[in-house]
């Protein structure tokens, strides 16, 4: 390890620095938890393509990809241009424009689930959104949620397993909180049966391609399922498509596993890189925040209605951005070039932990690829993990954090246990990411890190 890091820090000594600098400024020197890194984390000078390079001048291909918003990669030529557009027309119009429209009326043509809309600033956003709606369309107050999905930091998704689990995910969030708040383990059809049987639960939301976008997979049938005992118990059903929406089809994860939500939440590749997202669903229920909602014609900001507000919904740059960027996603083949490079990449790292006999396996699903490291993990039959144990990903903390030193000083930066890849990644990329993993397995196996 002590080389490693000592190369980690060699060649990334501007990053350390202004590492320094940002840790008087900011809790752990960040600006979102994924960000922060031991010792320091790296500073991005610039990006484009695939590809992003730090302050240090180190080449990275990157399979963070502004985390997941990124299926075009960094600065597609139209939306750089369509952004340069609509800036010059003005950034705020504090009211209604023209491009916002068009981003609602392309979500809608896309989204098979989409009756009607509302934009909302984030993903945490969209998902507290969706849940008020959902609690205000049914009457009733608890929620469902699948262990280990995530649906942003918000104080109703902030949960814990069980009553008598002692750690909840975030310190500070009323008690109450957790109690309108059910969390049921993914896969186990029994227990969410059993739970909706009460007739008391106004909503499931889930991740569908099972937690932190399929790093934990659900089995085949299990979403299908849901949407059956959700119908049957006058439930909503919420796909939380923040990441899969426009990227595991021009539809997202509901096109492609060819399943209705009555709700889903959006952001990220929604609005091209910039900050936006939507709730699209069943109009009868986006239809509780019309402002005479409960039939009177009182405007009212408070009664009988949801109630939403937010001053960066569909600002104008984001929107411009969206709209160019979901257009493209419709008119080209970007997500099935994406889920090609993926498929590639994954073989290529199974067929180097096979020929270096490295223990571990790599999975995609999609456009997003995971991989098992330090233990015997199955390889999957074609890349969609598909063994009957759940994958662990790299239960060694030290081996994770080792490997991701190594992988940057070898110029590839990863998202968790794997990453996201855009339409740009081509065979280069690829290449270049085998070789860095190649080279990393060496420096690992030298510092007696991996078996
Ligand atoms: C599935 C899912 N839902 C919600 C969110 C929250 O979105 P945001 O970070 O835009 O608030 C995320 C963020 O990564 C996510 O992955």
């Not at 391609?209 to 006058?234: C, F, M």
Request: glycine share 10%; hydrophobic share 40%.
């Amino acid at each position: 390890m002590a080389n490693i890091l000592a190369n980690f820090e060699l060649l990334h000594s501007s990053s350390k620095k202004l590492a320094a600098e940002a840790s008087s400024v900011f809790p752990s020197g960040v600006t979102h938890d994924a960000r922060a890194f031991e010792p320091f984390p790296i500073y991005v000078e610039k990006a484009q393509g695939p590809r992003k390079w730090d302050v240090d001048g180190n080449e990275i291909v990157d399979y963070i990809g502004g985390h997941g918003s990124l299926l075009l990669g960094h600065n597609r030529p139209e939306v750089i241009e369509n952004v340069k557009n609509a800036l010059l027309r003005g950034t705020h119009f504090g009211s209604s424009h023209d491009l916002e429209i068009a981003w609602g009326q392309q979500v809608l043509k896309m989204v098979p689930c989409g009756e009607k809309l509302r934009f909302t600033s984030s993903g945490t956003e969209a998902t507290m959104m969706a849940l008020r709606l959902a609690r205000a369309y049914t009457g009733r107050e608890k929620v469902v949620k699948l262990s280990d999905h995530f649906h942003g930091w918000h104080d109703i998704v902030v949960g814990k397993l069980s009553n008598d689990e002692s750690q909840p995910q975030s310190l500070g969030v009323p008690d109450s909180f957790y109690e309108s708040l059910i969390i049921v383990k993914p896969n186990d059809i029994g227990s969410l049966s059993d739970v909706l049987a009460n007739n008391e639960i106004a909503a499931v939301i889930l991740e569908p391609t099972g937690a932190h976008w399929g790093e934990i997979p659900l089995d085949s049938g299990y979403l299908q399922k849901v949407r059956e005992l959700t119908k049957k118990n006058n439930t909503l059903m919420i796909m939380d498509e923040v990441i899969t929406g426009f990227r595991m089809a021009p539809g997202g994860a509901q096109e492609y596993y060819n399943i209705l939500p009555d709700l889903s939440t959006h952001a990220k590749i929604i609005a091209g890189g910039l900050p936006g997202g939507c709730v699209t669903g069943r109009e009868e229920i986006i239809n509780i925040l019309e402002m005479n909602a409960g039939g009177s014609n009182h405007h009212s900001q408070q009664q009988d209605r949801v109630a939403h507000q937010g001053t960066y919904n569909a600002n104008p740059i984001s929107a411009a951005a969206g709209l160019t960027a979901l257009k493209i996603i419709s008119t080209e083949n970007v997500t099935e070039q994406a889920n090609l490079t993926t498929k590639k990449l994954v073989n290529g790292l199974n067929n180097i932990f096979r020929e270096l006999s490295v223990p571990g396996s790599a999975w995609g699903m999609s456009s997003m690829w995971h991989f098992n490291l330090g233990y015997e993990a199955p390889f999957p039959n074609n890349i969609e993990w598909d063994a009957r144990e759940a994958p662990r990903g790299v239960p060694d903390k030290k081996l994770m954090q080792a490997l991701r030193w190594s992988l940057f000083n070898h110029g590839v930066d990863l998202m968790s246990h794997g990453g996201m890849v855009s339409a740009t990644h081509g065979d280069k990329e690829i290449d270049d990411t085998l070789t860095g993993f190649t080279n990393a397995i060496a420096d690992l196996r030298s510092e007696k890190l991996l078996a």
